[in-house]
């Protein structure tokens, strides 16, 4: 189910229904090539960041650190549809990640696991689209990586894990 983890300190959240990266990955899934963009926008920090994506044109955009209203009045100037697994609060706002996409979703679901040295949450949302009549299961991941081991990113990809093992893809 995507509404279920495991882990004590993983936080989810559910919702359902519509609701420097120039060259972008192109999978071949669909009748026609479907085209991924995927960032850490480092809280749109970089001039022309939000100019840069919008020029880009992708299918689907995973974004990490994204800002709250800076993913919003990207989609909003898309005309696109955007979900968003909140993170960590900064001083520029909630920080999180967005999967930004031309279809419309058919469920959301997001979760944290906190990471153990910095104490901030990251942020797993994963969102279930119906594109040509066939299901896509998109996960976009804040990783941990403040940390002294690895069990705790352990922990987050487990989570994914489990997840992906339950999924019955149609």
């Given at each position: 189910?995507?509404?279920?983890?495991?882990?004590?300190?993983?936080?989810?959240?559910?919702?359902?229904?519509?609701?420097?990266?120039?060259?972008?990955?192109?999978?071949?899934?669909?009748?026609?090539?479907?085209?991924?963009?995927?960032?850490?926008?480092?809280?749109?920090?970089?001039?022309?960041?939000?100019?840069?994506?919008?020029?880009n044109k992708s299918d689907l955009i995973l974004l990490q650190e994204?800002?709250?209203?800076?993913?919003?009045?990207?989609?909003?100037?898309?005309?696109?549809?955007?979900?968003?697994?909140?993170?960590?609060?900064?001083?520029?706002?909630?920080?999180g990640v967005a999967t930004l996409s031309k279809f419309a979703p058919?469920?959301?679901?997001?979760?944290?696991?906190?990471?153990?040295?910095?104490?901030?949450?990251?942020?797993?949302?994963?969102?279930?689209?119906?594109?040509?009549?066939?299901?896509?299961?998109?996960?976009?991941?804040?990783?941990?990586?403040?940390?002294?081991?690895?069990?705790?990113?352990?922990?987050?990809?487990?989570?994914?894990?489990?997840?992906?093992?339950?999924?019955?893809?149609r």
């Amino acid at each position: 189910s995507l509404n279920s983890t495991s882990g004590a300190d993983a936080a989810i959240t559910t919702q359902s229904g519509p609701s420097t990266p120039p060259n972008s990955p192109s999978i071949e899934t669909f009748d026609r090539a479907l085209t991924v963009l995927v960032w850490n926008t480092y809280k749109f920090r970089s001039p022309g960041a939000i100019d840069l994506i919008s020029e880009n044109k992708s299918d689907l955009i995973l974004l990490q650190e994204s800002v709250a209203n800076f993913h919003e009045s990207l989609a909003s100037r898309l005309n696109i549809h955007a979900q968003f697994g909140p993170g960590y609060l900064s001083s520029v706002g909630q920080t999180g990640v967005a999967t930004l996409s031309k279809f419309a979703p058919l469920t959301v679901c997001s979760w944290q696991h906190e990471e153990p040295w910095l104490k901030s949450p990251k942020a797993t949302l994963v969102t279930l689209y119906r594109i040509e009549g066939r299901h896509l299961l998109t996960i976009n991941v804040h990783s941990i990586n403040f940390t002294l081991s690895t069990e705790a990113w352990q922990a987050q990809l487990a989570s994914v894990s489990q997840l992906l093992e339950s999924y019955e893809g149609r």
